[in-house]
């Protein structure tokens, strides 16, 4: 057993841990089972465990944190991040994992893939506010998985952000170091949220009464090396079915 006790964990990042605790298990240089916790300031915690599930021939990870900023800034392709609660957990063996990953209420600005979508897409007048003051986005989730068989790859089952300005929902994998390709859809708010007050009439909202009505947004697809990545987007006229779901499950949420 492996007890530790920090009165502060200081990060290059400036965003320090006070109070961490650690209890660990270790069975042949191995973590069978830990816990850990740490506080950011008052009423900001932090709280990792890890254990064997009930089957026995996997491990569950999970992490809480009311700040997201310390595990998001390490990833060079998203600057100014500002803000989030984190939850993440995953399930996993020697030979494959299955995670979901979850933010909410955070503003980022500086995403060079996402403001070439905007561009693209013209939604300049959003790109704009993404390299300025930022977007906000009230919730983000990933589920995502990987395999031994297929080393260093991670398959993004399906990734949704939703937020004031824009929404997104899309799938593909990442190589790490080698290729990203991703396809999905992005819709402006003003017509998502007009979508949404008139479900009633899904046909109408879906295709229009008018020539050039139900123009939702853009599906769209981001290929290539990490850092020559080209991206194409097409006008659509109706969104997915999953994309929908999505967004009325968001929705009964904050009634």
Excluded: C, W
């Excluded at 290059?12 to 506080?39: V, Y």
């Excluded at 300031?41 to 254990?51: A, G, H, L, V, Y």
């Excluded at 995502?144 to 593909?172: C, D, H, Q, R, T």
Aim: no cysteine; hydrophobic share 35%.
């Amino acid at each position: 057993e492996l007890f530790a006790n920090f009165k502060e964990v200081i990060t290059d990042k400036q965003i320090n841990l006070l109070k961490f605790s650690m209890i660990s298990n270790i069975k042949k240089g191995k973590h069978e089972k830990f816990t850990a916790k740490g506080e950011f300031s008052e009423n900001k915690f932090m709280d990792i465990s890890m254990s064997p599930s009930g089957d026995g021939k996997t491990k569950v990870f999970q992490l809480y944190s009311d700040r997201a900023e310390p595990f998001i800034s390490s990833y060079k392709f998203i600057k100014g991040f500002k803000g989030g609660k984190l939850e993440y957990e995953s399930t996993y063996d020697n030979n494959s994992s299955h995670s979901n990953l979850k933010i909410s209420n955070f503003k980022v600005s500086k995403v060079p893939a996402l403001t070439q979508l905007l561009t693209l897409a013209s939604l300049q007048g959003i790109a704009d506010t993404l390299t300025g003051e930022g977007i906000r986005f009230s919730e983000l989730e990933m589920d995502f998985n990987s395999n031994k068989s297929e080393k260093n790859v991670i398959n993004i089952e399906e990734f949704y952000a939703i937020g004031p300005a824009i929404s997104i929902l899309m799938s593909g994998y990442i190589e790490s170091k080698k290729l990203v390709s991703l396809r999905g859809t992005l819709v402006p708010a003003t017509t998502l949220n007009k979508a949404i007050g008139s479900l009633p009439l899904i046909g109408n909202i879906l295709v229009g009464k008018k020539t050039g009505e139900g123009v939702f947004g853009v599906s769209f697809k981001i290929k290539g090396p990490p850092k020559d990545l080209k991206t194409t987007v097409n006008p659509i006229k109706t969104l997915t079915p999953r994309f929908i779901t999505r967004i009325l499950e968001k929705v009964k949420k904050q009634k």
